[in-house]
């Protein structure tokens, strides 16, 4: 399909950090906004809740792609910091379908599995238009303004003709994923793990993770075949659908600790029990084959943890 210019906002958290990679092995030109100051090549500092330091970056440059991942993360993060949580999401998404509007760039815009709440059937794409949202219980601040940052995206689609691909990451982890008490379970209980910090283990709730790598290799075919206005869910293979308690055993095999510092609890409340996530759409238009198993995955995620907290 040939080298195309692709701008990553977000590109120094842990998926643009791979998703630059993958982009950039296959040859494309790529170049990175986030709120750190570094010398980076292709770099530069920006943040989406501020229009002109967007458009800035606009100015100096044109680009055939942009993948949309700045966000603020996670349920509690956007309990406790809500004023940040919805200037970066919502406001900071809407600087970026202005600029589209006006210089017609094709957009992935990275939703969140979340929006599909506490619905407890098979969450395939279509849910989020066929029930209504009562029936899906977005229960959090983080899923309400994931789910108004993909309205906005097809409002500006269907009054101004951009183009823009959603995708759902589903428990994304891996390398690049630094401690913070709001990331997912892999990286804290990994993190708690290795610092034989205490932590606690929700029973009956499942999940399927997806290795980084895996979901970015996917994420970067979009360029391959973009179709605009569709979205996509990417999650890891059905038969990796473990307990929480599963994935707990899993890193303290991999970090060499026993289960002393582990307490475990009933379901926790305000969290679906079974997310069931349906691939099939990706799996056809986007090749989403994911390989790296639970097992491997967090092993080689807690490798990384390891060697970035300076352990080995």
């Not at 977000?10 to 630059?20: D, E, K, P, V, Y």
């Not at 379908?97 to 506490?118: C, I, N, P, T, W």
């Not at 691939?279 to 090749?287: G, P």
Request: hydrophobic share 35%; glycine share 6%; with cysteine.
């Amino acid at each position: 399909m040939g080298t195309k210019r692709i701008l990553v906002t977000g590109g120094a958290g842990f998926i643009g950090t791979n998703l630059i990679n993958e982009l950039c092995s296959r040859g494309h030109e790529v170049f990175a906004v986030d709120l750190y100051n570094t010398e980076r090549e292709h770099y530069s500092r920006a943040d989406v809740r501020n229009y002109r330091q967007l458009e800035r970056v606009f100015e100096r440059q044109s680009f055939d792609y942009v993948y949309h991942l700045a966000a603020e993360y996670g349920r509690w993060n956007g309990e406790d910091y809500y004023e940040n949580l919805w200037q970066t999401n919502v406001i900071g998404t809407k600087h970026l379908l202005r600029l589209q509007e006006r210089l017609k760039f094709r957009m992935v815009f990275f939703s969140s599995a979340e929006v599909y709440g506490d619905y407890e059937g098979v969450m395939t794409e279509d849910v989020m238009e066929k029930n209504p949202i009562r029936d899906t219980y977005q229960m959090n601040d983080y899923a309400i303004t994931k789910w108004a940052g993909e309205l906005m995206c097809m409002n500006s689609a269907k009054m101004f003709g951009t183009e823009t691909v959603r995708v759902r990451p589903v428990n994304c982890y891996g390398p690049h994923e630094h401690y913070t008490p709001y990331r997912g379970f892999i990286p804290k209980f990994i993190y708690h793990a290795l610092h034989g910090k205490p932590y606690t283990v929700f029973k009956g709730h499942k999940r399927i993770i997806d290795f980084v790598e895996d979901s970015c290799r996917t994420w970067a075919n979009i360029v391959d075949n973009f179709i605009p206005g569709e979205v996509y869910n990417v999650a890891g293979r059905p038969e990796w659908e473990k307990d929480i308690k599963e994935y707990s055993d899993l890193v303290l095999a991999a970090v060499g600790r026993d289960d002393s510092i582990v307490t475990y609890e009933d379901a926790e409340p305000f969290t679906t029990k079974v997310k069931t996530i349906d691939c099939s759409k990706a799996i056809r238009d986007l090749k989403h084959n994911p390989r790296i198993p639970p097992e491997e995955g967090i092993r080689r995620t807690a490798d990384w943890m390891k060697h970035y907290y300076r352990m080995n």
